[in-house]
Structures are given as structure tokens and as C-alpha cells.
């Protein structure tokens, strides 16, 4: 099993390399692992891939994200298990059509995540919009987007929640319209060293959904960095068993076409 993500993995790696050689492409990917072993036993596979192609007057960005975790659990007659404890995955794709007006932009967008052990087991989302770069100076840029979108998603299997019939929400699926607005910040400290944030909302009438992305990235040689990040992702509703915030530290290294 850990060897087949393994491999899925490592396969998306090579084909970011074919597609970087077009110089028309900007690609990035990082891989992370962490497996221990004796007293305690974990497996963790951490995965993203990043591409944006420019095409003058369209400029198309790629996103795809995975992580894999696996613990050695202690079951109640004192035996000890290595169960799966995380799983999700996520892919994105926006295409933003560059206006006259300078730093300026429209935007249509899909996105889709999968999470085993999350708030909720789908969520796909489709929005469109206006986006607009505040901050352009060589080492720092600040860029904005914001729009409505559509979120079509499906509740965890162990929600307890009903709806306002008195069905049971655990398994459903659901959809809403909603807020979107996001922000990513980039800036180059020095040479060798790279901070960035992102921060996106997704606001309906079920839930609220924020999401926080830091990184410091250093560099080790022309192409390879490494990457200490911390995100954090908040949820207004969930069911009774599940905590609102997440949050997940992660230390990659990112290779850079």
C-alpha cells in the first residue's frame, strides 16, 4: 500500500517535468515522508504539485495536493493495529483572463477535495470572479480575487446532524451557493530564502470555510528548497465529533522547474 502512493507520487513528479520544459510553463513540485519505527510506528506521505501557464492573454494556474497517514493505534484488548488515521487529496485548476486595466483580471475556477477523516467527505467548488494584484514590486506581490461560486459537497459518514425533515445528515449530499474571496502574498527575503501566505473564504449558509497557508522556503541549490510550512483550516459547522480548526505542520522538499 505504501508503495503504490509511493509510486502515484513520484509519477506526478515526472510529468511536471515534461510539462516544464515548455518555457511557456512555471512548475514546482514537493514531496515529503516521514516513517518511524520500534516503540512507536507512523507513516506519513505528504505530495503537492503546482504549474502555471502563460498564454499572454489567459494565464492558467494547476494545483494538485495529497497526504497519507498511517499510526500504530493500541485496540482495547491491548493489541496494537496500524490503521490509516488521514487521507485527503485535492486538485485545482483556475483560469484567469488578463484585462487591459494593468494588474488586473477575471477569473473562473474549480476546485475539489477529498478528506477521509475531515469535517466533510466532498467538496467541489465552481466560482468565477474579479481578481487584482495590489502589491507588484520585484520581491513582493499581493494578489486578490473575490466572486461568487457554487459548492456542491457531501456530509462526513459519522455526522450526526438531521436536516430541518428530520433526515439524518451522515452520507448526504448538499449544495449552496457562497462567497468566495482569497489572497496570496509573496515575498523574497534574500537570494536564498522565500515567505509566503495564503488566506481564502468560502462563505454559505451551511458553513464557513477558511483556510490559512504559511510557508518559509530555503534554498539548497538552484532548484531544490525546503519548505517549513503551517496551515490551518476552520469549519463554522461541524458535527458533534468533530473539532472546528485543523492544523498541520509540514517540512518538503520542493524542486522547482
Known sequence: MKLKYLASLMALTL???????????????????????????TTTFKFGANAKHDLGQWTNEYKLNALYKEDEVTLESGLKETQRTNEKYGAAIQANYNLREKHSHLFVGLTHDSDYFGAYRHETVLSGGYGFRLIDESDMTLSVDFGPGYKYFQYSEKNKDVFKDGRPKAGERDDEWIALAKADFSWTISDNAKFTQGFKVESGSTNTKSISETALLTKINGSLQMKVGFNVTHNSEVDAEKVNTDTETVLTLVYSF
Open 15 to 41: 510529468t511536471n517535468v515534461a510539462i516544464a520544459e515548455d518555457k511557456t510553463w512555471q512548475a514546482s513540485s514537493e514531496l515529503g515522508a516521514i516513517i518511524t519505527s520500534g516503540n512507536t510506528e
